[in-house]
């Protein structure tokens, strides 16, 4: 097979899976990133003060039942034990989150059993909202009014900056609720954290010879001409100068603060009432609980519309964003030898799994490509 000349946009999850795969091969691969570092929002760096690592865009944790992916990352980092225990302030008291037999108990003052609980919520839950619509109605059915303000409300207008009747119920896709003490966070069989970081695993990954990468480098659409075939990881409706609008997003503002000892005792603290400005707050020592620290560095972390100049953290998906992202994938799927890839280029949120494992699908699908003969798609998932 003949090398190609392959131009990596972003340096995130998404471009160094592909630049590896494809340098394997003996492609030559350019990656550049209008950033000053890789890793993209990944990136986590220690704290000078206090030696903690710190996710610099807010914490990632990495989760997954994905056997290929989870091999994929312990080939380029330790991956040390990890699992998530997020607490809850509501009320003046602090709860468990996801909502547990331990939450249930506590929150209504009862002792119930397992059956008992399932019960009680059944009891609780709105029985004459038969096919819930909104986020609203999906959670006055599943866990009824109280639990639904306590814990949902508020966050969720937050996080989103609208009410939760104006959301869809996909949003709330599972009944986030569980009747036994199990409170991890996730579900999946593989959780962990890199143990030396997310930046210096991705370096790692980038760490070939067939890889060159250029950092604080904008794209030019122009340097099209000098590649084989280009891997856009930026903004989608970006790379159409915004000709049809902006695609909607949130952003994240942190408010950093440094304390001595201990500041909360866990990772994550959400705060649900609404009168409470920020969301949460991350304490980061914790997502390295193999290592020990005096001090600590923590996050007050607060939603909002993403704006011009803004970092776009999370696709919104609504429906007018829809109308406008059909428009843009329209008239990306003219073009030939360019792939959108990653979060921003497909215009989805991805957890970091998903966006490895469409990695590793894209480039596999990339390399079957040429060896078939056959015009490399422009998506290698379904967008729309």
Known sequence: MTSKKILIVGAGFSGAVIGRQLAEQGHLIQIIDSRDHIAGNCYDARDTKTGVMVHTYGPHIFHTDNEQVWNFVNHYAVMMPYINRVKATVNGQVFSLPINLHTINQFFNKTCSPSEAKALIAEKGDSTITEPQSFEEQALRFVGKELYEAFFKGYTIKQWGMSPAELPASILKRLPIRFNYDDNYFNHKFQGM???????????????????????????????????????????????DFQFGRLGYRTLDFEKFSVDGDYQGCAVMNYCAQTVPYTRITEHKYFSPWEQHEGSVCY???????????????????????SVLDQYIDLAEKENNITF????????????????????????????????????????????
Request: net charge negative; proline share 5%.
């Open 300 to 322: 007050k972390e607060y939603s909002r519309a993403c704006e011009e100049n803004d970092i776009p953290y999370y696709p919104i998906r609504l429906l007018g964003e829809m």
């Open 194 to 240: 890199p143990r030396d970081g997310y930046t210096q695993m991705v370096k790692n990954i980038l760490n070939h010879e067939n890889i060159s990468v250029s950092l604080g480098r904008t794209f030019q659409p122009q340097e099209r001409e000098e590649y084989d075939h280009v891997f856009y990881s930026g903004p989608l409706d970006a790379f159409y």
């Open 341 to 384: 890839i990653g979060r921003l280029g497909t215009y989805r949120y991805l957890d970091m799994d998903v966006t490895i494992a469409e990695a590793l699908k894209t480039a596999e699908t990339y390399l079957a490509s040429l060896q078939q003969g056959d015009s490399m798609p422009v998506f290698t998932v379904d967008i729309r």
